[in-house]
């Protein structure tokens, strides 16, 4: 199973592409998704946009989670939507980002001992790639691949629920997630 955690703020004009996005989960995958669906304190109609559509698609997913808090940042927003999920597989996917395919297959063929799954990242603007992003291979000690910097996207790993047993540092305002991967 999978749960895609979204924190959302001030996004309205980001979430129809993120909805859509959805639709490239195999319908029997999404059965097997858990969506989380956290407003960060949006001031724009970014709650009106996440309440419409689990309204409209909550039949389809296995759930649809949609939180509220006061603005405390990407990494408060992430913490709350961990608290709530309940599949085996995680994935933080941002509300100006987008599935490009259904990675639930992958999630099927990882052996038991992959604690993460990576993924190639495009940037795209107007309509154009202007950036692509290659996962890293890690090592066996994760420290000699994190020490320099940290090299993987955040919406771009799925990883084991079971190894999410801290949370991300909410005093931390930029990369707070680079803390959260090394422990």
């Known amino acids: 199973t999978l749960s895609i955690l979204t924190p959302v703020y001030n996004a309205a004009a980001f ?7 959805f639709d490239r989960l195999a319908p029997e995958h999404r059965k ?7 407003d960060d304190g949006s001031t724009d109609d970014s709650a009106q946009a996440l309440d419409r559509f689990a309204n409209d698609r ?3 997913f296995a759930a649809i989670t949609v939180l509220r808090q006061p603005n405390g940042g ?15 597989w995680l994935l933080f996917l ?5 599935l490009i395919h259904d990675p639930l297959p992958d999630l099927d063929a990882a052996r038991p001992d992959h604690s993460c799954v990576l993924y190639a990242a495009e940037f795209v603007r107007d309509a154009r790639v202007i ?3 290659r996962p890293p291979h890690i090592a066996r000690d994760p420290l000699d691949t994190f020490t320099a910097e940290n090299p993987l996207l955040t919406s771009s790993i799925a990883f084991r629920r079971a190894l999410a047993t801290h949370p991300l540092d909410e005093k931390i305002i930029s990369r ?3 803390l959260f991967w090394i422990e």
């Not at 097997?32 to 956290?38: E, K, S």
């Open 15 to 21: 979430l129809p592409r993120l909805f859509a996005s």
């Open 32 to 38: 097997r998704t858990q969506l989380v669906l956290v």
């Open 58 to 60: 909550h039949a389809e």
């Open 74 to 88: 990407s990494a408060s927003a992430r913490n709350t939507g961990l608290d709530h999920a309940t599949a085996t």
């Open 94 to 98: 941002d509300a100006d980002d987008e």
């Open 131 to 133: 950036r692509r992003h």
């Open 176 to 178: 707070e997630d680079w």
